[in-house]
């Protein structure tokens, strides 16, 4: 009997295995379609300062548009794009469509929204990282002083002397870097110094629970003053109430991204509410 039970076993875990990897390889054989057919979009999410209560900033975040499957997400194909040697060129494609998006913003009078643009952490360790980025925006026009480029901390601190090569050449280059994610890598503070960033962002882990007394909160308000302390811009990730934002407010916060404010949004509809945001303080500003 347990015999049988072993095969039968067995043979459920072949089964569902293999049903796995068909389901992975339909999932891989449509990325590597998916360029082509133009199934890729950028969506924006604004970053908020909490001082001035204005748009200073959006993150571009990829969403991919399957026929069939609806909308993946990138937690789901990113991994998979980098496992399979994909990633270079998708994260061509968005730094090619987010420069092109700051070029039109540049023409509607949006120059000084910064766009974030995320790093995976496998194109960070191409040798020709660096070049590539450089011929994208001498093709696009763009200007690095509006773009934030995001590397987590994890992928930072995994390579951390090769990141402070980089990040210094990117630096040179008049982008702006971000640490992304943070709080849930292992930093060393000795690395942290060295990297040549201006903002930290706050993974939204510890930003969750901000509101009841837990580690979590701790964790975030230490951050902010670690931040503070090196001299670098500190936001917010996954703000979703009001609660967490007072109490972001109160230790100092620089910024904020989440949806409380607003969801990551097509390029038009993000365009039209900060203008609409611009239009209401305009009309709320006391005449002089
Ligand atoms: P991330 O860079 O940390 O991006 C923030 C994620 O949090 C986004 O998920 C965003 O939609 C989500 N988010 C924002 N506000 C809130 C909130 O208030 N509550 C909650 N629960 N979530 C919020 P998304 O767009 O699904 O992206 C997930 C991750 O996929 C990103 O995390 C980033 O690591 C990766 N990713 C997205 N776009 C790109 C890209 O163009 N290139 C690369 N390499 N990675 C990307
Ligand atoms: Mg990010
Ligand atoms: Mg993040
Ligand atoms: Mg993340």
């Given at each position: 009997a347990a015999q049988e039970k072993g095969r039968n076993t067995y043979q459920f875990y072949s089964q569902s295995m293999n049903v796995a990897l068909a389901e992975r390889l339909s999932l891989e054989s449509d990325l590597r379609q998916a360029l082509e057919r133009s199934e890729f979009v950028l969506y924006y999410q604004p970053q908020v300062d909490i001082r001035r209560w204005e748009v200073v900033g959006v993150e571009a975040l990829i969403r991919w548009q399957h026929p069939v499957r609806g909308m993946v997400s990138p937690l789901t194909f990113i991994p998979l794009a980098e496992e399979v040697g994909l990633i270079d060129q998708i994260g061509q494609w968005v730094l090619r469509t987010a420069c092109a998006q700051q070029v039109a913003w540049r023409a509607y009078g949006l120059s000084e929204i910064s766009i974030a643009i995320n790093l995976s952490g496998v194109q960070f360790q191409q040798a020709d990282l660096v070049e590539s980025i450089r011929t994208i925006v001498r093709e696009t026009g763009a200007n690095p002083a509006g773009l934030e480029l995001e590397l987590t901390e994890s992928t930072a601190m995994?390579?951390?002397?090769?990141?402070?090569?980089?990040?210094?050449?990117?630096?040179?280059?008049?982008?702006?870097?971000?640490?992304?994610?943070?709080?849930?890598?292992?930093?060393?503070?000795?690395?942290?110094?060295r990297f040549p960033i201006d903002t930290i962002k706050i993974d939204r882990a510890f930003v969750k629970d901000l509101a009841s007394e837990s580690e979590q909160a701790a964790i975030a308000i230490a951050i902010i003053a670690m931040a503070h302390g090196l001299k670098l811009r500190v936001l917010a990730e996954g703000v979703e109430t009001q609660p967490q934002l007072d109490i972001l407010r109160n230790q100092g916060c620089d910024a904020i991204q989440g949806y409380f404010f607003s969801h990551p949004l097509p390029a038009d509809l993000v365009e039209q509410l900060i203008r609409d945001l611009r239009a209401k303080a305009t009309h709320e500003r006391p005449a002089a």
């Open positions: 995994h390579d951390a002397e090769n990141a402070v090569v980089v990040f210094q050449q990117l630096k040179a280059m008049g982008f702006s870097l971000s640490i992304d994610d943070f709080g849930t890598g292992y930093s060393s503070l000795a690395y942290l110094k």
